[in-house]
């Protein structure tokens, strides 16, 4: 039951060592940010069927 116990907590500890500096340093829209350029110029590339 320890062994249980102990590797919940672990992994809870690991959950909240990840999430805490993504959420801190706002990792995630920096990534978006980041990634935003290559789509949209992906996007903007790709054939059209319907005019806008």
């Given at each position: 039951m320890?062994?249980?116990i102990k590797a919940l907590?672990?992994?809870a500890?690991?959950?909240?060592?990840?999430?805490?500096?993504i959420y801190w340093f706002n990792l995630d829209?920096?990534?978006v940010k980041l990634l935003?350029?290559?789509m949209?110029?992906?996007?903007?590339?790709?054939?059209r069927d319907n005019r806008l």
């Amino acid at each position: 039951m320890k062994k249980i116990i102990k590797a919940l907590f672990l992994i809870a500890f690991g959950f909240l060592a990840i999430t805490v500096p993504i959420y801190w340093f706002n990792l995630d829209t920096k990534v978006v940010k980041l990634l935003e350029k290559p789509m949209m110029k992906h996007y903007d590339s790709m054939p059209r069927d319907n005019r806008l």
